[in-house]
């Protein structure tokens, strides 16, 4: 197993614990509640990027990696995906854009950070407004609102809506 997966792991539940106090979607990450398991979300995740035309690159299962390497972790799924014609418009706004893409959802279960339910389901991704003040983008208004309506409606029908 690649190191990676474990590390973008590892990374993600640091910075969740080191924000405490602060809201995630603060923190530049926006929660979202499925009503479905983690298994079946990523399914109708996928489903429907590909259905809206997005190129779905990864789907990344940190459970299985943490099993092979001998260790637990709740369901735990990132899928990344994309499309040229809407991420080429941020990275021509500010290259470093580029390491932010392309797009990722996460997708688990069990204990939550947010602060509710054992055992529910969450769909969670960047803030597009949030990562256009860490690249210190200006003028790409437009092609921001889109992707951000895009993922919320992305999160919502994979969550059952």
Same mark, same amino acid.
């Given at each position: 197993? !690649?190191?990676? /997966?474990?590390?973008?792991?590892?990374?993600?539940?640091?910075?969740?614990?080191?924000? /405490?106090g *602060?809201?995630? #979607? +603060?923190?530049?990450?926006?929660?979202?509640? !499925?009503?479905?398991?983690v298994?079946?979300?990523?399914?109708?995740?996928?489903?429907? @990027?590909?259905?809206?035309?997005?190129?779905? %690159?990864?789907? $990344?299962?940190?459970?299985?990696?943490?099993?092979? +390497?001998? @260790?637990e972790? /709740? &369901?735990?799924?990132?899928?990344l %995906?994309g499309? /040229?014609? #809407?991420?080429?418009?941020?990275? *021509?706004?500010?290259?470093?854009? #580029? $390491?932010?893409?392309?797009?990722?959802?996460l997708? %688990? !279960?069990?204990?939550s950070?947010?602060g *509710?339910g054992?055992? *529910?389901t969450? $769909?969670?991704y960047?803030? &597009?407004d949030?990562?256009?003040?860490?690249?210190? $983008?200006?003028?790409?208004?437009?092609?921001?609102?889109?992707?951000?309506?895009?993922?919320?409606? %992305? +999160?919502?029908?994979?969550?059952?809506?």
């Amino acid at each position: 197993m !690649s190191r990676i /997966p474990r590390l973008l792991a590892a990374a993600l539940l640091t910075a969740l614990l080191l924000a /405490p106090g *602060q809201s995630h #979607a +603060a923190a530049g990450l926006v929660p979202v509640k !499925s009503g479905h398991s983690v298994k079946k979300t990523v399914k109708r995740l996928t489903s429907d @990027l590909e259905k809206r035309g997005m190129t779905v %690159f990864a789907v $990344i299962d940190h459970a299985d990696g943490a099993k092979r +390497a001998g @260790l637990e972790l /709740p &369901p735990t799924t990132v899928v990344l %995906f994309g499309n /040229p014609g #809407a991420g080429t418009p941020l990275m *021509q706004c500010a290259r470093t854009m #580029a $390491i932010d893409l392309p797009q990722k959802m996460l997708v %688990f !279960s069990g204990p939550s950070e947010f602060g *509710q339910g054992h055992g *529910q389901t969450w $769909i969670v991704y960047n803030d &597009p407004d949030y990562l256009a003040r860490r690249h210190g $983008i200006t003028g790409c208004g437009e092609s921001l609102r889109k992707i951000e309506e895009a993922l919320a409606g %992305f +999160a919502r029908r994979a969550a059952g809506e």
